[in-house]
């Protein structure tokens, strides 16, 4: 029984469209180690003056280096190894800079990009993705395809980098990054915060947010694992934001007993303004709006399903975006996971609700290869989990969980694929997993409910 060809954690030698579910973003022809952002933005004009520098690597002869970059945000300066770029053009939502040599394979280079402009989001099949402006303030959700709204990059999943964000703005608003807070300094009416992302991270998932926000410290209780957890919310919603968010030490727990250390230092819930029409995960963060902060299931659900994409999607990234299963069918059974343990729902009733809605829905979909258009649909999200379910019913809870701390240790900050977690199943346990899995994420028909 085959599976459609993977390409692993590694990079096409050549080419340089990088995933086909989106051929316009991507580059295959290098790699970015690291990203230094320093971005000076006006609220009220939604004005960014920005600088990012990148650090790369070559992965194929290349006689220019292409950057992802929305056509509203202008390149005013460009150097490439410190030098002037020769030339440098926009066109489309690209950046092109031409080197003065061609790169060559294993070449480290360094590309320092000065820019400006209004951000806006990315509008597409999905809606719009990216810079969002707020009431008052700013919104980042990236996924799949909206990091170029806001800096120049490589938007692929696969090119994971280390960040460092230093971002300007007025006084009174708390710019929220990605990674440790380093500093906050105040000069006139203009306040600079310095953040450090040390562990590597996908582009989609970079963000800063801006807003009237206090900073509420949540207690993580008196059993391990500690992580720090922390609130950004406008002050009128405080004692919401500690109700709503009373159960997420506990979620934490049982998420890292169940597969493995929270693998960031920090973890931040950013709680808008606004009312937003779904959560956002971004690494080491989630953004709810206030329409999300009650005790009901559905809330605490989605609080659970944003944490759990710490470890699906955020450390384990998908390779190329037809594994999206691996991040939301994962993170949908983190869902069923904790209703279990939280006593509202056993994890089997879950899987068996979803299977029965699922029998209803047209059945024409490819799971594991989903297609751009589908790739956010529910049932990659319910059937992804019963895929799961299934490994789980096959192997017994003692080698399940056991092969989910494995999962997420050996590929701990790395990209994965479906081929990967084939073999993972493969060494932990006795299962063959190729046919376990191939009817639920490569055949359209739905397989009978697992059951054990």
Same mark, same amino acid.
């Given at each position: 029984m085959t599976?459609?060809?993977?390409?692993?954690q590694?990079f096409p030698a050549?080419?340089?469209?990088?995933?086909?579910y989106?051929?316009?973003s991507g580059?295959?022809a290098?790699?970015?180690?690291?990203? =230094?952002?320093?971005?000076?933005? &006006?609220?009220?004009s939604?004005?960014?003056?920005g /600088?990012a520098v990148?650090?790369?690597?070559?992965?194929?002869?290349a006689?220019?280096v292409?950057l992802d970059?929305?056509?509203n945000l202008?390149?005013?300066?460009v150097?490439?190894?410190g030098r002037k770029?020769?030339?440098?053009?926009?066109r489309?939502?690209?950046?092109v800079?031409?080197?003065q040599?061609?790169?060559?394979?294993?070449?480290?280079?360094t590309?320092?990009?000065?820019?400006?402009g209004?951000?806006?989001?990315?509008r597409?099949?999905?809606?719009?993705?990216?810079w969002?402006?707020?009431?008052?303030?700013?919104?980042?959700?990236?996924?799949?395809?909206?990091a170029?709204?806001w800096?120049? *990059?490589?938007?692929?999943?696969?090119? &994971?980098?280390?960040?460092?964000?230093?971002?300007?703005t007025?006084?009174?608003? /708390?710019?929220v *990054?990605?990674?440790?807070?380093?500093?906050?300094?105040? /000069?006139?009416?203009?306040e600079?915060w310095?953040?450090?992302?040390?562990?590597?991270?996908a582009?989609y998932?970079?963000?800063?947010?801006?807003?009237?926000?206090?900073l509420l410290e949540?207690?993580?209780?008196?059993?391990?694992?500690?992580?720090?957890?922390?609130?950004?919310?406008?002050p009128a919603l405080?004692?919401?934001?500690?109700?709503?968010?009373?159960?997420?030490?506990?979620m934490?727990?049982?998420?890292?007993?169940c597969?493995?250390?929270y693998p960031?230092?920090?973890?931040?819930?950013?709680?808008?303004e606004?009312e937003?029409?779904?959560?956002?995960?971004?690494?080491?963060?989630?953004?709810?709006?206030p329409n999300h902060?009650d005790?009901g299931?559905e809330?605490?659900?989605?609080?659970?399903?944003e944490?759990?994409?710490?470890?699906?999607?955020?450390?384990l990234?998908?390779a190329?975006?037809q594994?999206?299963?691996?991040?939301e069918?994962?993170a *949908?059974?983190?869902e069923?996971?904790?209703s =279990?343990?939280a006593?509202?729902?056993a994890?089997?009733a879950?899987?068996e609700?979803?299977? /029965?809605?699922?029998?209803?829905?047209?059945?024409?979909?490819?799971?594991?290869d989903?297609?751009? &258009?589908?790739m956010?649909?529910?049932?990659v999200?319910?059937?992804?989990a019963?895929?799961?379910?299934?490994?789980?019913?096959? *192997?017994?809870?003692?080698?399940?969980?056991?092969?989910?701390?494995?999962?997420t240790?050996r590929h701990r900050?790395g990209?994965v694929?479906?081929h990967d977690f084939i073999?993972?199943v493969n060494?932990?346990?006795?299962?063959?997993?190729?046919?376990l899995l191939?009817p639920?994420?490569?055949e359209?028909?739905?397989?009978?409910?697992?059951?054990?």
């Amino acid at each position: 029984m085959t599976f459609p060809a993977q390409t692993g954690q590694g990079f096409p030698a050549a080419g340089p469209a990088a995933d086909p579910y989106l051929p316009g973003s991507g580059s295959n022809a290098y790699r970015v180690e690291r990203y =230094e952002l320093e971005l000076d933005y &006006k609220v009220s004009s939604n004005r960014l003056s920005g /600088r990012a520098v990148l650090y790369g690597v070559a992965q194929a002869p290349a006689s220019a280096v292409v950057l992802d970059l929305m056509g509203n945000l202008r390149a005013t300066k460009v150097q490439l190894d410190g030098r002037k770029a020769g030339r440098f053009s926009q066109r489309a939502e690209q950046l092109v800079v031409a080197a003065q040599a061609p790169l060559q394979p294993g070449q480290h280079f360094t590309l320092d990009v000065r820019y400006e402009g209004s951000p806006a989001p990315r509008r597409g099949l999905w809606g719009e993705v990216g810079w969002e402006e707020l009431t008052d303030g700013v919104l980042v959700a990236g996924q799949p395809n909206g990091a170029p709204s806001w800096f120049p *990059c490589n938007d692929h999943p696969r090119d &994971k980098a280390s960040y460092r964000f230093t971002v300007t703005t007025d006084a009174n608003y /708390r710019a929220v *990054c990605n990674g440790v807070l380093q500093s906050r300094t105040t /000069r006139s009416s203009r306040e600079t915060w310095v953040y450090e992302q040390a562990e590597p991270m996908a582009s989609y998932l970079a963000t800063v947010q801006v807003g009237r926000y206090g900073l509420l410290e949540l207690d993580p209780g008196r059993h391990a694992p500690a992580v720090p957890q922390h609130a950004a919310v406008p002050p009128a919603l405080a004692d919401r934001a500690r109700a709503g968010l009373a159960l997420q030490p506990a979620m934490m727990r049982t998420f890292a007993n169940c597969f493995g250390p929270y693998p960031f230092a920090e973890y931040t819930v950013v709680v808008a303004e606004d009312e937003l029409e779904i959560p956002l995960e971004a690494q080491g963060m989630s953004i709810l709006g206030p329409n999300h902060l009650d005790q009901g299931w559905e809330s605490q659900r989605l609080i659970a399903h944003e944490l759990a994409h710490q470890w699906f999607g955020n450390s384990l990234t998908a390779a190329s975006w037809q594994d999206i299963w691996l991040h939301e069918g994962f993170a *949908c059974y983190a869902e069923w996971i904790w209703s =279990e343990e939280a006593g509202v729902l056993a994890v089997a009733a879950r899987a068996e609700a979803a299977w /029965r809605r699922l029998k209803t829905d047209p059945q024409d979909i490819i799971v594991g290869d989903p297609g751009p &258009k589908h790739m956010f649909d529910d049932r990659v999200y319910k059937r992804g989990a019963l895929a799961v379910h299934a490994v789980r019913i096959a *192997c017994g809870d003692l080698a399940f969980f056991t092969l989910l701390q494995e999962w997420t240790a050996r590929h701990r900050h790395g990209s994965v694929t479906t081929h990967d977690f084939i073999l993972a199943v493969n060494r932990a346990t006795a299962v063959d997993a190729e046919t376990l899995l191939h009817p639920w994420l490569y055949e359209e028909a739905l397989p009978p409910l697992p059951v054990g």
